[in-house]
């Protein structure tokens, strides 16, 4: 079956610190990669996403990169800030956007 | 451009009742999907209504029906409530992916039901 595994948290960083969360994947075909983050109180936001082999999606910072060879899309940033304490959410979509699976989510806390 | 908006934002049901989750779509967006997300974990696809009808359908049984209507908004319901239905559903719509080629989701903020 089609599955999303993720490192689990919660991560504890302090600000300007590197952030690196791993995410790797199965699933049956050639899926869409997501990341979405859950700030407190909130529904899901669309980070970044990247849609083929060796694509990088990248947005506020983030970037991740579709490595199909090792099924991994690994969320990075080089100097994460307490504004970016939430938590994310790996993702991939499969027949045309019908079902999205997630990851059990990461909870990040950056500490001033 | 309005966002996802849900109805109502938290509500309480005792076991066996039964509970009605309301969603109005983003503007411009025909596809509507539901998904349940239990304390601590990710999201759940329950199901996905695409031009009134289920478009798809996640491992939930049949008491959790829903309906889209004209205007793409939608709703959830749930029968027979049982304690483990407590979660946030969140809904999220979209633009079909055969007519648009784009499959992001936009979610709303939940509704979190508590079933006692």
């Known amino acids: 079956g089609n599955s999303v595994t993720q490192m689990e948290g919660p991560v504890t960083l302090s600000e300007e610190a590197f952030l690196t969360i791993n995410c790797t994947y199965t699933a049956t075909g050639y899926p869409s990669l997501f990341w979405y983050v859950q700030y407190p109180g909130e529904g899901l936001q669309l980070l970044l996403k990247a849609t083929k082999a060796d694509d990088k999606g990248s947005n506020k910072g983030f970037e991740a990169t579709y490595r199909k060879e090792t099924t991994s899309f690994h969320l990075e940033k080089g100097s994460v800030q307490v504004s970016d304490s939430a938590v994310y959410f790996c993702a991939l979509s499969l027949n045309y956007g019908q079902n999205f699976v997630f990851g059990p989510g990461t909870r990040l806390s950056v500490l001033p | 451009e309005t966002g996802v908006t849900q109805s109502p934002t938290h509500l309480i049901k005792t076991r066996g009742q039964q509970v009605t989750l309301r969603c109005s779509s983003q503007s411009g967006h025909n596809t509507v999907s539901w998904y349940q997300q239990a304390l601590g974990q990710g999201p759940q696809f329950i199901f996905q209504?695409?031009?009134?009808?289920?478009?798809g359908r996640g491992n939930f049984p049949p008491r959790f029906s829903g309906l889209q209507f004209p205007n793409y908004s939608s709703e959830l319901n749930v029968n027979a409530l049982e304690l483990d239905d407590s979660a946030l559903y969140l809904c999220a719509s979209s633009l079909s992916f055969r007519t648009s080629g784009a499959n992001v989701l936009t979610f709303g903020a939940g509704s979190r039901l508590t079933v006692l």
């Open positions: 209504y695409y031009r009134e009808e289920e478009n």
